[in-house]
Structure formats: C-alpha cells, structure tokens
C-alpha cells in the first residue's frame, strides 16, 4: 500500500494521504517529548508524502497544536489537510479542580483542558486553535469525545461546526471518539463528513462494523481510523502493555500474541497486519497514527507498505482471530 496515495474525503473536497500523523504523543503522551523533537518528527512525515495531520487542544494541553504549527510554518498551506478537534477548553491551571482527560500527558504547558460543548465555547476554541497553530484555517473538525454530552455536542458543537463549514472557515464536520454507537447516532441525527474512530476498528476490536461502519458506507460518511494498535498492544504485546491508555489484561496480550504468531508465519511484523487491516472496509479512507519520533514515523511508513499475502487474513480467520465476515485489504 502507498502511504502518499490519495482518496476524497467523503462528500468533501479534501484529498487526504491514505496514511496520516496523529500528533497526541507530540504533547508528551506518557514521555516527554520536546519541541526539537516534535517539529523533526512533523518534517519528517512531511518529507515522507503524508499530508494529513490530525491534532486536538487536549494533546498536552495545547502543546500539540503549538508543536505541529511552528513545524508546518513556511509549508504550502494548500498542500495538506488539518484537523484537530473541540469540546475541550484551555483555561490557566489551578482555575479548576477537575482536568477532563489531561492525567497522561507529561508535559506541563501551563494551561488546563475542561468539557465545554457549547456553541460559544465552540466557536472560541477553533479561534484559539487557529492561533496555536498559526494557520488562517482548519480543514477537519471533530468534536472530540462527547461519550457524556451527546445532547449539549449536537446543539452546541454541532451546530456551530454547521454554521462554519457553511461559511467557509472549516472544511469538514466530523467527531472523534473511541467508541462506535455515539457516531452512529450523529451519523444519523446530523449531517456529518467524517469520523474519526479510534480503536473500535483494530485487529483486536472490530466492535465499528456491528453499527458504525455500514452507516457511514451508506452515507457517504468517511472514516479515519485511529488507534490501530490500540494504544499499543498490538505494536508490541508484551505484559504491561496498553489497550485503550489502560494495562491490557492477560487475555488480550495473549490474543496480540496468537495474532502476531500468525503473522511471524508469513514474514509480516504484527504492527504492518495492524496498520493495514482497516482498508478492507471501503468507509475507511484512511488512518491516522501518532509517532513522537523520527524513527517511529519512518517506521510506520515502513510498516504501511510492507506487503501482506491474503493467506495471512485467511489463516486469522482459520484461528478464530478474525470473524469470517470480516473485510479484509
């Protein structure tokens, strides 16, 4: 497969790379990272073709969008597809008690994210992330992890995203989340571009197909999955592990392990099997993977393109490590 290889969003008329940069560890996801780091990383992606970049106001407090900005300054702005996300304000810290999601980020950028899905709120914080990012305009915008605010989301971030893309300042409405039956239920009470489903479409999760996916197909909608290797078990399944930013309990690294087994068997590294399995569903047009150094980025561009007999598929399915109906590349 070709990370460059381009496929119109959507009903969108963004072109996305099949492969694209998550930048959550470029705010210090669990290590710190550094802004030397950060922007390598970026221009490295960059000089390997990928032209998706995905961001949030959470990854590190706004250090993230900051990071990703000072590397993507002096680059041809119509060269690439932005996006990064709402729902989280930045407020200076100690003026709350409760952070909302900020625990796993090292780095301390002074700033606080808390949940504000409203429609002013909404409207501040692509103001603010235009100026971290230092762009004049943001081309995907998810509202980001509503699992608790499904109501004040869709009359309030929803509806200011509406108002945006119908003015010109966004390119596509989209929400971002880890779990796949609120984004059928925005898919099917508003009008939605993209979707960013992280996790719920992975070699160990297909829980996105039961009732995501065949919505979006439907619709039109198109789906950049995230969170292939679910926070990273399947890139090395080892005990202590993380599925879903949590340890992973002996019966998931056992089934990465059976998993990465088979893969061995055919000469394909386990992370090339995870990178690669959600494009055998036609919703998914591409995928968005974070890397906090040069060398993870080169790697999973390596690991994009490394090629995978159908044989493998089959003999997943074979150990019931794959249902049988489930798509395949």
């Avoid at 900005?69 to 002096?74: D, E, R, S």
């Avoid at 039956?181 to 996790?199: E, I, K, N, P």
């Avoid at 998993?259 to 068997?265: H, K, L, N, S, Y």
């Avoid at 591409?286 to 980025?297: Q, T, Y």
């Amino acid at each position: 497969m070709d990370p460059t290889g381009t496929i119109r969003l959507g009903r969108t008329n963004l072109q996305v790379t099949r492969l694209g940069l998550g930048t959550a560890p470029l705010g210090g996801l669990y290590d710190a990272v550094g802004d030397d780091a950060a922007v390598a990383t970026v221009r490295r992606a960059w000089e390997l073709g990928l032209r998706l970049f995905d961001t949030a106001p959470l990854y590190g407090a706004g250090l993230a969008e900051r990071r990703l900005g000072a590397a993507l300054a002096g680059l041809d702005r119509a060269g690439y597809v932005l996006a990064t996300k709402v729902g989280r304000m930045l407020v200076p810290d100690g003026h709350v008690t409760d952070s909302a999601g900020q625990d796993i980020y090292v780095e301390d950028s002074g700033l606080t994210p808390v949940f504000d899905f409203s429609y002013d709120a909404t409207l501040r914080s692509i103001e603010d992330s235009l100026r971290r990012l230092g762009v004049d305009r943001i081309d995907i915008a998810h509202i980001h992890d509503p699992d608790d605010h499904y109501a004040a989301a869709l009359d309030g971030a929803y509806r200011a995203l509406h108002e945006l893309r119908e003015q010109g300042v966004i390119g596509a409405v989209s929400a971002g989340m880890n779990q796949s039956a609120m984004l059928t239920d925005f898919a099917r009470d508003g009008d939605f571009d993209c979707f960013l489903l992280a996790g719920r479409y992975s070699l160990l999760d297909q829980g996105g197909l039961a009732d995501l996916l065949p919505v979006a197909a439907e619709k039109g909608i198109a789906i950049i999955a995230g969170g292939v290797y679910n926070s990273g078990l399947l890139a090395d399944p080892r005990p202590g592990a993380t599925f879903d930013y949590a340890p992973a309990s002996d019966e998931l690294v056992t089934r990465a392990r059976r998993i990465g087994a088979v893969c061995a068997r055919h000469g394909v590294p386990l992370p090339a099997a995870a990178i690669q399995f959600p494009f055998g569903h036609p919703a998914v047009a591409s995928v968005a993977i974070g890397a906090r150094s040069v060398a993870e980025i080169e790697e999973n561009a390596a690991m994009f393109t490394h090629p995978i007999p159908s044989a493998l598929w089959s003999e997943l399915k074979a150990e019931k490590l794959l249902r049988e109906g489930v798509p395949t590349p």
